[in-house]
């Protein structure tokens, strides 16, 4: 008998902030493998902010997730069976969706990526601080930010994936590292666990203040996650010839209404002779290795502490996606996938 696969549908586009009403769980025999594919056992799930531009409609940097359609996600799996392609109990990273098993093959337009078999990653590394994850804080804040040392780098949703790598690697760099993250609790982790210098509560009524006392020499690299109202006060304390990456505005991506997303004072980037950069990781992937390896040997010196919030089962994926928009993660958020009951 095939084995089961749950999969989550996405049936409506969302409005507003993400519901996970309009995603649904069906349940069908697991694919066979038609010639030249492979099947994946998917383990572990990315929950990203993107995925709430996913589900959307509009120009993005890739297609709206089809209505109806099993929802696109980042997965760690092996490969359980094979008609070509990839070897039986080859380890994969890649876009294989929000469901148990998945059907690949080599000539996939976004492949999956086989992890190298001699060395012993994690999967939640290999989902974090060694994939998109690291990556993202690494290329944005080296290539773009060209961090110096001594000067100050804030990075915001700090205490999250991407933004609590970035601090690791400004500290590296011989910066000022200062984050900004939705509670009190995660600031006290951010500063006594992983070295930043300041943190700053956003939900506390005089962040803006705390932030400006955090930042004596002004703000020489601003690693943009939040937007909004954030990105506003950032911007205000910006240097002269300061740098933006803009990573990511997860502020704004409930907003249905795109005509009003961007920063209230523009005019700071000509006066003060701004750099702002957006990016997507995606760009990046020819040069991972290098960057991976560089992030390995700092892990192994203790220069970077991995982190992730681990939610187990498959059906939980819609609501901890949800909690993501809260602020319930800290570090990378992952859903570990069971075994199909029913
Ligand atoms: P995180 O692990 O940081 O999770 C998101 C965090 O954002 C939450 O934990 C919460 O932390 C914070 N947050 C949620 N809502 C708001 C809000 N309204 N205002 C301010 N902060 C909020 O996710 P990632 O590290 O994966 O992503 C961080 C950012 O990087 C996102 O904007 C994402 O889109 C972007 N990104 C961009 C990539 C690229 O290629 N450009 C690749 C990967 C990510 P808290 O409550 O503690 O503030």
Not at 56 to 68: I, K, T
Not at 114 to 123: T, V
Not at 212 to 222: E, F, L, R, S
């Amino acid at each position: 008998m095939p084995a089961m696969n749950r999969r989550f549908l996405l049936r409506a586009r969302p409005s507003g902030d993400f519901d996970p009403k309009i995603m649904e769980r069906v349940v069908e025999p697991a694919p066979v493998p038609g010639p030249g594919q492979a099947l994946v056992r998917n383990r572990v799930l990315s929950l990203d902010p993107t995925n709430r531009i996913w589900m959307s409609e509009g120009e993005s940097y890739l297609p709206p997730v089809p209505l109806n359609d099993v929802m696109r996600g980042v997965c760690y799996g092996e490969v359980v069976a094979s008609n070509g392609s990839y070897r039986v109990g080859t380890r994969v990273v890649g876009l294989t969706g929000w469901q148990d098993y998945a059907l690949v093959s080599a000539t996939d337009a976004m492949p999956v990526t086989p992890l190298p078999g001699f060395l012993p990653i994690k999967p939640t590394d290999a989902m974090g601080v060694l994939g998109a994850t690291g990556m993202t804080a690494y290329f944005g804040l080296l290539d773009i930010g060209k961090p110096k040392r001594g000067e100050t780098v804030v990075v915001s949703a700090a205490a999250g994936a991407v933004g609590s790598i970035v601090g690791q690697i400004a500290k590296i760099y011989g910066c000022r590292a200062v984050g900004i993250a939705g509670t009190r609790e995660k600031c006290d982790w951010l500063v006594r666990e992983l070295g930043f210098d300041a943190a700053i509560c956003r939900r506390d009524p005089d962040w803006k203040a705390q932030l400006v006392k955090a930042c004596p020499n002004g703000i020489d690299v601003d690693f943009e996650n939040a937007g909004g109202e954030i990105m506003d006060a950032v911007m205000d304390l910006m240097n002269l010839n300061g740098r933006i990456v803009l990573c990511g505005m997860i502020s704004q991506y409930g907003k249905d209404d795109r005509s009003n997303l961007g920063p209230k004072e523009f005019i700071n980037v000509l006066t003060r002779r701004l750099l702002i950069q957006g990016f997507i990781i995606l760009d990046y992937i020819p040069r991972f290795p290098l960057a991976q390896a560089r992030m390995l040997w700092w892990i192994k010196r203790g220069l970077i502490k991995e982190s992730h919030t681990l939610v187990r089962g498959l059906d939980n994926a819609p609501a901890a996606l949800a909690g993501l928009f809260r602020g319930d993660n800290t570090g990378k958020l992952l859903v570990e996938i069971d075994e199909p009951t029913a």
